[in-house]
């Protein structure tokens, strides 16, 4: 899959103090279930995936469930990159902060929480 290879090597690149010592095995699995989950919000685009499996890896695997993060990505009247500007502004500052605080690992393999 080319575009699982390109996120892959990107985070490798701009992100590596995130994934430093991990096995490439696992950094691919998380990398699938992060593109995996950017689907759930319709974000299809390479781009807008690409941005969002960051963002898990940055700020943490479930910021998805920060309470206004979750109110913007389930927005379906707002495109993808609406979703991503109004995310990205300002005002979200504390709800970034508190997706960081709620930080659960374990969201990276939702298929080991049955």
Known sequence: MKDLDFII?????EYFEYIEGLPD????EMTLN???????YNFIELENVLIF?????IMAPNFDTQKEIFDILKNKSASANERIE????DSFNDAWQEAQDNYDGDAWFPELKK
């Open 25 to 28: 095995e696992q950094i691919k």
């Open 86 to 89: 109004n995310i990205l502004h």
């Open 34 to 40: 992060g593109i995996k989950k950017a689907s759930l």
């Open 9 to 13: 090597s990107h985070i490798k690149t």
């Open 53 to 57: 499996v960051v963002w898990m890896f």
